[in-house]
């Protein structure tokens, strides 16, 4: 019966499921096997566990029959959360009952994590062609699920980008469902100069740009020559197209600048031409102002001069005093 055990033990169950593609949770299952007190009593719990991997295959069947590494990860921690709080529990009852309690509770674990999975996680891409990794619940192996976008073609739409001259656009065509694509897949970005929506574009119009692993490109300093149809594609090293999106520029001018135009004043008439100045009547004036100049300057001077000798003749009976202190004071 030993022998008949062990073999039981060490075999791998041809109906695996997701639960028990995990690693971890084959552990519970075997250490819960081998708790069992008697060798009768390891072989009912062996069989209970056997038939849980069968409603587990079942109920990945029913949803397609796959699970990403992250929902995986969700049902496991829950699952032993559970299991942990089951062992804890003293509750009356046999204990094949209580594991038959628990892996029904597993199996509806993983029936929850597994129809959220499919709702929204699966393939969220509502355009575009997303080729994701998956695990197979039945091999236990990882394989490439292919989500076609329900338009069945890869391009998600067109967006106006409006800017004025000298300032900037930034061109952004990320969505979350990227991080999900297999490999290393790049954004090209090309365009066609022009104002966009004039005229049908064919592929041959669009000139390359730039290739980036970033999603996003800036454009600084606009003018109105850079304004036209920008395009944007998600693709790989083969040149699949995942995502494609357009975008049409349009770069406002700055407006004109209103100069004020210089006013001219009229020229006198001819009758007048004794209000003109002329040269004979200009030179005598600069020579007045220029004598007028020097004279007040000279003027200024002398003034200057008798005021500081009048401050030194002020100052010299009260020096000579000073003088004569000190020397009687000596």
Request: with cysteine.
């Amino acid at each position: 019966m030993l022998l008949i055990l062990v073999s039981l033990l060490c075999c791998v169950p041809a109906t695996r499921a997701c639960l028990q593609c995990d690693r971890g949770i084959r552990l519970l299952h075997e250490d819960l096997v081998l708790s069992a007190p008697t060798v009768d009593d390891q072989i009912e719990m062996k069989k209970i566990c056997d038939h849980a991997y069968v409603t587990y295959r079942e109920t990945s069947r029913a949803r397609k029959g796959i699970i990403d590494p992250t929902t995986l990860y969700r049902a496991r921690t829950e699952y032993q959360s559970e299991f942990d709080r089951f062992l804890k529990t003293q509750d009356t009852g046999s204990a094949t009952f209580k594991a038959i309690q628990i892996m029904e509770k597993g199996r509806k674990i993983l029936e929850k994590h597994l129809d959220a999975f499919i709702r929204d996680g699966l393939c969220p891409n509502r355009c575009g062609l997303l080729n994701r990794r998956v695990m197979d619940c039945f091999s236990c192996r990882y394989k490439i699920y292919i989500c076609l976008s329900p338009s069945g073609h890869q391009d998600c739409g067109e967006y106006t980008v409006q800017a004025e001259e000298g300032g900037q656009a930034v061109l952004n065509c990320f969505l979350p469902w990227h991080h999900l694509l297999l490999g290393k897949p790049e954004y090209h970005y090309s365009w066609v100069p022009g104002v966009p929506g004039t005229k049908k574009l064919d592929e041959d119009d669009f000139k390359a740009l730039v290739v980036t692993d970033d999603s996003s490109v800036v454009l600084n300093q606009l003018h109105v020559d850079e304004q036209g149809t920008y395009r944007c594609s998600l693709r790989d090293r083969d040149g699949t197209v995942f995502y494609r999106v357009t975008f049409l520029l349009t770069v406002a001018p700055l407006p004109d600048q209103t100069h004020r135009p210089l006013v001219t004043l009229p020229s006198l008439p001819h009758g007048d031409s004794h209000f003109q100045p002329t040269e004979g009547l200009l030179v005598p004036v600069i020579v007045m102002v220029t004598a007028l100049s020097l004279a007040a300057s000279v003027g200024l001077t002398v003034v200057l001069g008798m005021i500081m000798n009048q401050r030194k003749a002020a100052e010299e009976p009260r020096r000579r005093k000073e003088e004569t202190t000190t020397q009687n004071t000596a």
